[in-house]
């Protein structure tokens, strides 16, 4: 019987000396709730995830802004929280979080969620399309109803905390199968161009609807101000058979989405967004593992 105290009181001493690691930075200490991790379960994200993130460093993000009373998950690795750091905007990609964990697991760093009860907007308006700042920016974005400094903001300087300098600003997302002008469901497909976005298939073999690196929902987005994408940054991407989407960005074309925020304000193009279907966490993380390859981080 006194072991098995030992053991007891050992295993709760361990447990606060594991939750006394996930130190919070002062740059962002004001913006974050200290939030047991079992009263999160709620949240199906959580549950799927519970095991793994219970040796991870998870906290809640809240603040207003007019109508919207956003909530965010950090979720950082325990022993090297600066790294890699993913933003998922829609909390209706359920791969998206999944992969964004297991990134963290195998490579540090971490990743912000934005929490809206399963669903991709939150009372009305895209996440990933709240990035005007002024009332001059939001006005211009078909996708934004107000101006949100203060998201911007707090995204940001939650992001830039985390974000080791040599990796580029990274994001992850699902997507319906197929497009649904041809037949499909979704808004996105490797087989589309506009004026704004070029489609770079690795592959000329794209098929839609069972995953993998050749179907068509497979992607990833990369950004500049050239009219075409950087020859050695496409080529390096093609050749690892991952098909590819070049945005060209500009004042004039502003969206009002996290990749433009960056060219904007951060004035940089270093930026990798991970597309897959829904449910293709495999896909999704073999190409996170040959960004991660391009770049030289090495798994823990």
Same mark, same amino acid.
């Given at each position: @019987?006194?072991?098995l105290?030992?053991?007891?009181?050992?295993?709760v001493?361990t447990?606060?000396?594991?939750?006394?690691q996930?130190?919070?930075p002062?740059?962002?200490v004001?913006?974050?709730? #200290?939030?047991?991790?079992?009263?999160?379960?709620?949240?199906n994200?959580i549950r799927?995830?519970y095991?793994?993130?219970k040796?991870?460093?998870?906290?809640k993000?809240?603040?207003?802004?007019?109508?919207y009373?956003?909530? @965010?998950?950090?979720?950082?690795?325990?022993?090297?929280?600066?790294?890699?750091?993913?933003?998922?905007?829609?909390d209706?990609?359920?791969?998206?979080?999944?992969? *964004?964990?297991?990134?963290t697991?195998?490579?540090?760093?971490?990743?912000?969620?934005?929490?809206?009860e399963?669903?991709?907007?939150?009372?009305g308006?895209d996440?990933?399309?709240n990035?005007?700042?002024t009332?001059?920016?939001a006005?211009?974005c &078909?996708?934004?109803?107000?101006? *949100?400094?203060?998201?911007?903001?707090?995204?940001?300087?939650? +992001?830039?905390?985390?974000?080791a300098k040599y990796?580029?600003y990274l994001?992850l997302?699902n997507n319906?199968?197929?497009?649904?002008?041809?037949g499909?469901e979704?808004?996105v497909?490797?087989?589309?161009?506009?004026? #704004?976005?070029?489609s770079? *298939?690795a592959?000329r073999k794209i098929?839609?609807? &069972?995953?993998?690196?050749k179907?068509?929902?497979? @992607?990833v987005?990369?950004?500049g101000?050239?009219?075409?994408?950087?020859?050695n #940054?496409?080529?390096?991407?093609?050749?690892?058979?991952?098909?590819?989407?070049?945005e060209?960005v500009?004042?004039?074309? &502003?969206?009002?989405?996290?990749?433009?925020?960056?060219?904007?304000k951060?004035?940089t193009?270093?930026?990798?967004? +991970?597309e897959?279907?829904h449910?293709? *966490?495999?896909?999704?993380r073999k190409?996170i593992? #040959?960004i @991660?390859?391009m770049y030289?981080?090495?798994k823990?």
């Open positions: @019987m006194k072991y105290k030992y053991l007891w009181i050992n295993f001493l447990g606060i000396i594991l939750h006394a996930c130190k919070i002062g740059t962002i004001s913006l974050l709730q #200290k939030t047991p991790l079992h009263s999160l379960k709620k949240y994200d799927r995830n095991s793994k993130l040796k991870m460093c998870v906290h993000v809240t603040f207003k802004e007019g109508r009373r956003w909530k @965010m998950l950090l979720v950082t690795n325990e022993e090297h929280p600066v790294g890699p750091f993913w933003f998922l905007p829609h209706d990609e359920n791969t998206a979080f999944d992969s *964004a964990v297991y990134a697991k195998k490579y540090g760093g971490g990743f912000l969620a934005v929490m809206a399963d669903e991709r907007y939150y009372k308006q996440p990933n399309r990035f005007g700042d009332y001059g920016t006005r211009r &078909n996708g934004q109803k107000t101006p *949100a400094p203060k998201y911007s903001r707090t995204v940001f300087r939650i +992001i830039n905390t985390y974000r990796v580029p994001a997302h319906k199968n197929g497009w649904e002008g041809n499909g979704g808004k497909s490797i087989l589309r161009s506009s004026k #704004k976005v070029q770079y *298939a592959s098929y839609r609807g &069972n995953g993998g690196l179907d068509e929902d497979t @992607m987005y990369i950004m101000t050239d009219k075409k994408p950087n020859r #940054k496409l080529r390096r991407l093609l050749r690892s058979g991952i098909n590819t989407k070049y060209v500009n004042s004039r074309q &502003n969206d009002c989405s996290l990749s433009n925020y960056i060219w904007l951060g004035k193009t270093h930026y990798y967004n +991970i897959t279907q449910g293709d *966490a495999r896909t999704q190409i593992d #040959k @991660m390859r030289g981080v090495k823990l």
